[in-house]
């Protein structure tokens, strides 16, 4: 049972335009969100978060939108830059239940932002 | 400060070896993550540990152990190694669970069970 789906696995967008990458949950349990970015060949880097809270939040070029009565969430980049070219992972976690950290991820969507 | 390092890069074992995975974070960091990654997919949590001497399983622990004995260091072990395996795994640490507490994460093992 996929818990948070990113149902598309690729995108491609021209530098200096907008970026939209989307990502579903069905646990209505899910209170907090996070967008990691993924080099090839490296870790993970934290991007932005979401609290369920919010409905936006904003970091500089990158803004991440929270729907939940829709129970999806949204990453904005503007403008794209080519150095935006990597694997975005959508996260999941519920901080209520012992406050493990236990983050279940989505599938991942490729962005491709062309020069 | 190195944050969370892990050795090997990559490893080829065959069917039936055993190996250790090592990670160690200097962030002192009490929460610490095992991850897997296969090809197309996203992280799949193997184990995790709240601090020193505790640990409990993720989604996919079969076929794993793991040790917390330090704040510092997390390694898993993998014992009768099998092709499904196969897989890149990351370690990841964070100083809180909650709100806030966002994982960070190793440069990743790459192993392959032949």
Request: hydrophobic share 30%; charged share 15%; aromatic share 12%.
């Amino acid at each position: 049972d996929q818990q948070v789906k990113q149902n598309s696995p690729s995108l491609s967008v021209q530098e200096g335009r907008i970026s939209i990458l989307n990502c579903d949950y069905t646990n209505s349990m899910f209170d907090y969100f996070l967008w990691y970015k993924k080099y090839p060949a490296e870790g993970p880097t934290f991007l932005i978060s979401i609290s369920s809270i919010k409905d936006k939040n904003e970091d500089g070029r990158f803004t991440v939108f929270l729907n939940k009565s829709a129970k999806h969430l949204s990453l904005h980049i503007v403008p794209s830059q080519p150095g935006d070219s990597a694997v975005y992972f959508c996260a999941a976690k519920t901080y209520g239940s012992g406050n493990t950290g236990k983050l279940i991820f989505g599938q991942g969507t490729t962005l491709q932002v062309k020069p | 400060n190195a944050g969370v390092t892990q050795t090997p890069k990559f490893r080829i074992l065959k069917i039936g070896q055993s190996m250790t995975l090592q990670c160690a974070q200097d962030m002192n960091h009490n929460y610490m993550y095992w991850y897997r990654q296969d090809p197309g997919m996203g992280l799949k949590l193997i184990y995790y540990s709240v601090g020193a001497g505790i640990t409990d399983k993720g989604e996919v622990p079969n076929g794993y152990n793991v040790s917390r004995s330090t704040t510092e260091d997390f390694p898993l072990r993998l014992e009768l190694a099998a092709p499904s395996q196969t897989s890149v795994y990351f370690c990841a640490s964070s100083w809180r669970g909650g709100v806030g507490g966002e994982q960070y994460f190793g440069p990743g093992t790459r192993l392959t069970v032949t």
